[in-house]
Each structure stands twice: as structure tokens, then as C-alpha cells.
């Protein structure tokens, strides 16, 4: 579905969820681990710990809207192998922007502890580019400026601490045609996050 389709929609859907006006904020902060997918087959991508930290907000009630921010520093391991006898490999480490619309529902609903899951299309947006060792030649002009994504993850909260995991699969191109043997590359990335719940009680 087109996700300007789909964004409309999903707000809609959502807010007729938001009859008792409930309203939660949730700061966070977490971990993330990205990795490149369709590389071609003399380059090896793998992820390394990267973090996050930001804030979203629960807009309803069992059934919710769930629009975010984030900030995050991402760290990708590619090993290219020109030669079969040799490789070169470098830390490819990214700071980016991320904003979120998700639909979210509550498959147990209790005041102490619920368990949900959340679904919607996200954007994230390249801020720097920095290599680690210096032996592949990242620059941020062979990028494209950001990434249009379809999220999903999994949630608990116990009383006001919320414990979330999730994956982000990536719909746009990493690279630029000047991204060279990585042009077709996309971004996938599995992160989870440790916050605090604050308002939105069930009734």
C-alpha cells in the first residue's frame, strides 16, 4: 500500500479508538542493531550495538494511534571481498532521525500489566556518516538522505516501565547510484527499548 495512502488511514483508524481521550507519553532509550540487506554476494554486512533514545505517545485507548521521534546511532559492519585470497573491512556508523505513525493495540488490556503490538510506516533521516577504521570510503553524499520503513514490534508494560522490541525493514534504497557496489542495499535494523509509561490508564 502507498504510505501516503496508508498514513491517512492509519490515523483514522486510530482515532476512532480515542473515545475516553486517553493520552500516554513514553520516553525511552534503547538499543539497536543494523544491518544492510541485499549486498551483493563479495560483501558481508552484520550489525553492531548501536543506541536510540526519544519519545512517543499513545493516543487512545486498548486501540491507540502511536506517533514518535527518535534519535539514534547505528553501527554496520561491511566486509567487502575484492580478491578471494583478501578482504577489507569497516565500521559504517550512521546518526539519524527517526519519526514514527503507528496503529498499536493492547491484546491484554489490565491497569498493571498489558501486552501489545504496534504496526505503521516510519522515516528515518540521515544526519552523519562516520567510518571507524577509515579502509572503505563512506561519505554521506553517496547516501540517500533518509529511508521510508515498515515497522513492527512488541510490548509489555508493567505498571509505568514499558518494555518494547521490534524490527524496521527498509522500503528505500540505502545508497545512490554513487553508493557504488551497495547501491541496491536497504536498511533492516532490530531494536528494543526500556521507558516510562506516564498517563494513559486503562479505565
Not at 490515523?11 to 481521550?21: T, Y
Not at 548501536?50 to 519519545?55: A, E, H, I, S, Y
Not at 519519526?99 to 504496526?119: M, P, S, T
Not at 553517496?142 to 515497522?151: I, P
Amino acid at each position: 500500500m502507498n504510505l501516503k495512502i496508508f498514513l491517512p488511514l492509519a490515523v483514522a483508524m486510530a482515532s476512532a479508538g480515542i473515545a475516553r481521550a486517553q493520552v500516554a507519553i513514553n520516553p525511552q532509550l534503547g538499543i539497536n542493531y543494523t544491518q544492510l540487506l541485499n549486498t551483493p554476494s563479495d560483501v558481508v554486512s552484520s550489525a553492531n550495538a548501536g543506541v536510540q533514545l526519544g519519545v512517543d505517545f499513545r493516543l487512545g485507548d486498548r486501540l491507540y494511534f502511536q506517533p514518535g521521534a527518535f534519535f539514534g546511532r547505528s553501527a554496520t559492519v561491511i566486509k567487502f571481498s575484492p580478491l578471494d585470497t583478501s578482504f577489507i573491512e569497516d565500521n559504517m556508523i550512521r546518526t539519524t532521525a527517526k519519526v514514527k505513525a503507528l496503529l498499536g493495540y493492547n491484546l491484554i488490556h489490565g491497569e498493571a500489566f498489558r501486552l501489545r503490538v504496534n504496526a505503521g510506516p516510519t522515516y528515518e533521516a540521515l544526519l552523519s556518516v562516520d567510518n571507524k577504521n577509515d579502509k572503505i570510503a563512506f561519505n554521506k553524499s553517496d547516501y540517500n538522505g533518509g529511508s521510508f520503513n515498515m515497522d513492527g514490534g512488541v510490548g509489555v508494560d508493567l505498571a509505568f516501565l514499558t518494555l518494547e522490541t521490534g524490527v524496521s525493514y527498509g522500503l528505500s534504497k540505502a545508497f545512490k547510484d554513487e553508493g557504488k557496489f551497495l547501491k541496491s542495499s536497504k536498511y533492516f535494523t532490530w531494536y528494543a527499548t526500556l521507558g516510562i509509561v506516564i498517563g494513559g490508564k486503562p479505565k
